[in-house]
Each structure stands twice: as structure tokens, then as C-alpha cells.
């Protein structure tokens, strides 16, 4: 019943990038708890935004905000009046008139903006972040092709994640900007070694362009 609830909430979509292929949501715990299964503690999102939760892309911040919004778009404005919210913030329960307070801020349609990336960091940077997502993205769609190939097993987003974190020492957007080129030749030899990659390259089609044409496209 709850798991009806939290994709009801959500219209069964990704809540933050509205992704609608079945296979690819998952119910994310706020608080990191799996034991916690209050529908205050649960939101619906895709493998890409879990991974991208799980290595500090989305703050468990940005993740709350994000509950309450939805919490907002599904009421009337008889029940907002009424309604008495919790809200996890750094793991611990917020109730009644602050929670309500915090979860206006959507109800106002205020803004509220994420904690930034530490100085010199690679998703402090806007260029350099623009690239790795580009790429990110680009190996994502790769590895989703891959299966028009026959190739089997559930691709999941968060590995890539987890493989750079092992191999460069850090989250992939928290790493310092000296780490940049390594980061990307990391991801555009996954992308190359993919099965959609080998044959682009037998076709003579570019897997990716360069950082400098990213940037150039994009007005950096």
C-alpha cells in the first residue's frame, strides 16, 4: 500500500528527472535508514538520480525539498491548511509548524538552493561539470544500447559512480579540478569499451566530442 502511495505521489515517474521506464525506479529512503518506511522517508526516483544521490550529486537536501514539493502538488488548498508534515533534516524528525513552514517555502513557489560544491572542486566548476555530465549521460546511453546487442544483466547507473570513486579517490563531482583530464580519459575509455562504443569505432563514428567543442556549443 505504501509503495502505491509514493508512486501515486510521484504520477510514477522520477521525481526529479521525470523518467518513466518502469524498470529503471526505485523507492529511495530519505534518511538512509531501510528500516525507516514512513512515506515521509520514501520518494520515487530512477537508477541515474539514486546514483546520483547516493555519491552527493543531490544532497539529502535537494532530496527533501523535493519530497516536500510533491507532498505540496498533491494537495488542495484545504488540506495544506490543515496538514501537519514531517521532514527529515541531517537525520533528525521535524514536526508540525516548522515542518509546515519549511514545506511552504513550495507552497510560495520560493527557491531554495542546494549546498554549493567546495570551491576548486570539479562541480564548482561549470565547464568542467557541463563535460563529465555530458559524458556521464553519453555512457548511460551507451550502456543502455548495449542491450539491442543481446548483451544481458541490469545496468545499473550508480556503478559508474562507484568505479570512479575507487579509482580517482573521491565522489565524481567532488574531486578537485587537477583531477579533470584523468576523470575524463577514465570516462571515455568506459564509453570506448562498451559494445555500442566498438562499433561506432569500426564505423568510424566519434563516440563523444571534445571538452573544448562541449564548451564552445554551449557558451562557456
Known amino acids: 500500500m505504501t509503495q502505491k502511495k509514493i508512486y501515486r505521489e510521484a504520477d510514477s515517474c522520477c521525481a ?27 520518494i520515487l526516483v530512477c537508477g541515474n538520480c539514486h ?3 547516493t555519491h552527493g550529486v543531490l544532497s539529502q537536501a535537494d532530496v527533501m525539498l523535493k519530497k516536500n514539493e510533491l507532498f505540496w502538488r498533491g494537495k488542495s488548498s484545504g488540506e495544506r491548511a490543515r496538514a501537519s508534515l514531517s521532514v527529515v533534516v541531517d537525520n533528525s524528525v521535524i514536526m508540525g509548524s516548522v515542518a509546515n513552514s519549511i514545506t511552504n517555502i513550495f507552497a510560495n513557489k ?33 550502456k543502455k544500447a548495449d542491450s539491442s546487442y543481446g548483451r544481458k544483466g541490469r545496468f545499473s547507473h550508480a556503478v559508474i559512480h562507484c568505479n570512479i570513486q575507487n579509482a580517482l579517490g573521491g565522489k565524481t563531482f567532488y574531486l578537485p579540478e587537477g583531477k579533470f583530464q584523468e576523470l575524463v580519459q577514465f570516462l571515455q575509455r568506459h564509453i570506448e569499451q562498451t559494445i555500442q562504443g566498438k562499433v561506432n569505432h569500426k564505423r568510424g563514428v566519434p563516440n563523444y566530442h571534445s571538452f573544448q567543442e562541449h564548451s564552445g556549443r554551449h557558451g562557456f
Open 16 to 42: 526529479f528527472c521525470q523518467e518513466r521506464e518502469v524498470s529503471t525506479l526505485t523507492i529511495h529512503h530519505i534518511d538512509s535508514d531501510p528500516e525507516n518506511n514512513a512515506e515521509g522517508n520514501l
Open 51 to 53: 546514483g546520483r544521490i
Open 110 to 142: 520560493q527557491s531554495v538552493k542546494a549546498p554549493p560544491h567546495p570551491p576548486g572542486t570539479i562541480g564548482a566548476n561549470p565547464p568542467l561539470k557541463a563535460y563529465v555530465d555530458y559524458l556521464v549521460k553519453r555512457y548511460y546511453e551507451f
